[in-house]
């Protein structure tokens, strides 16, 4: 169990959380106190595809992604999972198996919220259970387009498109995990495909990138590359 300083850090957390909004304190302090706290170290498996994990999760710091693997090894990125992000709701909230597994791409930390005090808060609050919802529905819009972009769009236009997203500014900031190894598995491609098409943006004007940033020189003629489709 967390000790009471843990609590009322994630209290705080627990109040951005979307489909917790409306909940008085006392009720959220009761949520925060039947969490509990572990630390995964770089590359290690927060949870199996497949895996019935009946917590919810808060990332509290860390980076995580949500992967599919192919027999042969290969992987498709389903989304990258920032800090202050919730994840597993099939697992908590529909009691389904996983069907993703979760990595740590760097040390994270992340609480552990059990289906049990979730359920309880969703019978006495109706408007929780909607607003969870309307979470897990925005998660498959996002899942849909996913499957559109790989279907119908170029890498370069799927790349283009993540920078687009990503950026704030004009710059995204590359963790040491944000290699063209896990760009690649998140665009639905291969590191040799990514780098042809970097070079390509590079070339063009439109983008340059060092060790620390990928930087958008041109966001006009990105977005047009970004709408390119596949040929028939």
């Known amino acids: 169990m967390p000790n009471s300083s843990q609590t009322g850090a994630l209290l705080k957390r627990l109040q951005t959380i979307d489909f917790l909004r409306g909940l008085d304190e006392a009720v959220l302090s009761r949520l925060a106190e039947s969490a509990t706290w572990k630390i995964h170290p770089p590359n290690a498996v927060v949870f199996w595809e497949g895996d019935v994990e009946s917590n919810l ?7 995580l992604k949500a992967i599919k693997a192919a027999p042969d090894g290969r992987e498709q990125v389903l989304k990258f999972i920032h800090q202050g992000e ?6 908590a909230l529909a009691r389904k198996p ?5 990595v740590a791409l760097e ?6 919220i059990p289906r049990k005090a979730l359920d309880e808060i969703a019978r006495a609050h109706p408007q929780v259970a909607m607003q ?5 529905a925005d998660k498959i819009i996002g899942l849909v387009s996913l499957a559109a972009d790989l279907s119908l769009k170029t890498v370069e236009a799927r790349f283009a498109n993540l920078l687009l997203e990503q950026a704030e500014g004009d710059a995204i900031e590359r963790r040491r995990w944000t290699n063209q190894t896990e760009l690649a598995a998140r665009l639905g491609t291969v590191p040799d495909v990514l780098s042809r098409v970097i070079r390509e943006l590079t070339k063009a004007g439109l983008i340059e990138m060092n060790k620390q ?10 977005s047009a590359r970004a709408q390119k489709e596949e040929k028939a």
């Open 98 to 102: 996983n069907p993703a597994t979760a």
């Open 57 to 63: 999760f808060y990332l509290q710091y860390g980076a």
């Open 86 to 91: 919730v994840f597993n709701e099939i697992g």
């Open 107 to 112: 040390e994270s930390g992340i609480w552990l």
């Open 213 to 222: 940033q990928i930087r958008i020189l041109d966001r006009a003629g990105l």
């Open 132 to 136: 969870i919802i309307e979470n897990m």
